[in-house]
Structures are given as structure tokens and as C-alpha cells.
């Protein structure tokens, strides 16, 4: 049996760090924003937002996964999680520079996504690390 008591310190970070990116479901609040609905934003924005909140519901249950849970498909799953965020963000801070939200400063906008987009690339990189994939290769005997 899997010992889940002894994880490495870099699996809590993991987990903290996904669990802060919940905050990204509060755009569903933006969706009212959006021209095609009558507001001032973008519509461009509809991808980004939709991502977000999808990703946003999605980060208690991955937060949990990472810190309960062992094995390679939710190492692998946690990857492409994490990845598919990062980009999110990374296309986030571009929808902003071609298609700037009116409703909110730019500022503002720019410096959220990219932190956010930076504690993202931290949980990537925190997945690579030895100590973090011994633990999620774990075999339950």
C-alpha cells in the first residue's frame, strides 16, 4: 500500500498553488459584458472567459487530486491541466493586447492574468520535479 501520509513538500505547493486558481471562475460574472450580449467587452473575450470558468470549477477537484492521489494518469493529467491553464493565460494576455476589455484597466487585466499565468508555469515546474514524480509513480501494492 501507498504510504500518502509522506508526501513531498512540493505536492502541498502543488496543490496550494492550483487551489488559488479557482479565483479564475468570478468571470463568469464578465459573460453580461460581452457586445454580443449588450455590454462594452469584446467578444473576443468568449473564449478566454468560457476556459476560465471551466478551469476555475475544475481547481478544487485537481487541488485535491494532487494532494491526495498518486499515480502516472494523474500525473499526466495534472500536466496537461496545468498546461492547457498556462496557455489560457498566455492567450488571455494577448486577447487583452488585441482586443483590450473596456470595462476594467488594462493594468489591472494585465498584471492578474500575469500573475496568475506565472503561479501556473510554477505548479508546471513543480511537476517536473524528481521528488513530485517519484511520488505521483508511486504503485499501490
Known sequence: MVNTTIRPKQVKWLAILILLTTSRFSVVTYFPGLEMLGGPDPNEWLGPWATDTTLGLLAPLMAY????????????????????GAFDYANGLLTEYLSPQV????????????????I?????????????IHHY???SS
Not at 488594462?106 to 506565472?118: R, T, Y
Open 103 to 118: 470595462s476594467n484597466p488594462p493594468e489591472m487585466i494585465f498584471g492578474a492574468i500575469g500573475l496568475f499565468f506565472c
Open 120 to 132: 501556473q508555469l510554477v505548479v508546471i515546474y513543480l511537476l517536473f520535479n524528481k521528488n513530485v
Open 137 to 139: 509513480s508511486q504503485v
Open 65 to 84: 487530486l494532487a494532494y491526495k492521489k498518486t499515480g502516472l494518469k494523474l500525473w499526466g493529467a495534472l500536466i496537461a491541466y496545468n498546461c492547457i
